[in-house]
């Protein structure tokens, strides 16, 4: 989608029957991956985890990684690479040793941060309407992104290590999060989930936010108005079918959600793409830092 001296943006969409879903891949260059879709992934020196909206992956340059199906549609995915001299520099701020090491990003994956998140889509969504002319203005957002996504993750792990985590309340939480990123278009119940995780309601909702640090409730509410955001930036379907589709109960209650949580109502970030002679600081941080949301 864009490249210069500095930063790349591109994407992935690989449909779950494609030959090449299931074939191991090496990424070029330093890469903070947001996936659209639940897939399982196995990247190098990591556990196997799900990677859904509520994750981005991290990549070093030459890692490998290998995929299975969870969402039948397949993989889709935003990625933002950076260079080695300027990604060292980001991490210093956070881990010295690790932007001295010959791996910078120390880990495969972390919670993702939902403002970045939003804002990573409205940069993507003005690239996709067409080439913004200020480059500037996508450097700095890839980099605002990338240091807010990284804060995050470290204030994940060091969360972890207060809190013993086995193996047994790491698989039980995958399997949870499998099965809802596959109902990121109804409702769920306890009942659900502890069937289909083959657990006690009580074991499964303590284990998940011991390992998360959030409920299962928080967990799908954002999966699910992640997912709105594609019908909601790339299709003209009024909100209240968005809302419907996703679980939400109305037109009102998803407004009040979006809003709460990304600091726009879903028809501010619906007006976000750009046109093509449109500057991308209009649209894309110069809206979302006069809301607040950056």
Not at 35 to 43: D, T
Not at 125 to 138: S, T
Request: net charge positive; with cysteine; proline share 5%.
């Amino acid at each position: 989608m864009f490249a210069n001296s500095l930063v790349a943006v591109g994407y992935v969409r690989c449909a779950a029957n494609h030959p090449s879903f299931a074939a191991r891949a090496q990424v070029a260059g330093y890469r903070f991956v947001f996936p659209r879709r639940s897939v399982l992934i196995q990247a190098t020196s990591s556990r196997r985890f799900v990677s859904d909206a509520s994750v981005v992956e991290f990549y070093n340059d030459g890692d490998e990684f290998t995929r299975a199906v969870i969402d039948p549609l397949g993989d889709e995915t935003e990625w933002y690479q950076v260079g080695d001299a300027d990604l060292r520099d980001v991490v210093r701020e956070y881990d010295p040793a690790a932007a001295d090491s010959p791996r910078p990003f120390r880990f495969a994956h972390g919670p993702t941060d939902t403002r970045a998140y939003v804002l990573q889509r409205a940069l993507f969504r003005a690239l996709a309407a067409g080439r913004p002319r200020e480059h500037l203005e996508i450097e700095e957002t890839v980099f605002t992104v990338l240091d807010r996504v990284l804060a995050r993750a470290y204030e994940s792990r060091r969360r972890s290590r207060v809190v013993r985590i086995t193996r047994e309340e790491r698989d039980i939480t995958d399997r949870a999060k499998a099965v809802l990123g596959r109902m990121t278009s109804t409702r769920a119940t306890l009942a659900t989930i502890a069937r289909a995780t083959a657990v006690s309601v009580f074991h499964l909702s303590r284990v998940f936010r011991k390992v998360t640090g959030r409920t299962l409730a928080k967990h799908h509410l954002q999966l699910r108005l992640l997912a709105s955001l594609t019908p909601l930036g790339e299709s003209d379907a009024p909100i209240e079918e968005i809302a419907n589709n996703h679980g939400f109960v109305g037109h009102s209650h998803y407004s009040s959600v979006f809003r709460r949580v990304f600091g726009v109502p879903p028809s501010t970030y619906r007006t976000l793409p750009t046109a093509p002679r449109r500057h991308a600081a209009d649209t894309v941080l110069g809206r979302l830092s006069r809301a607040g949301v950056v």
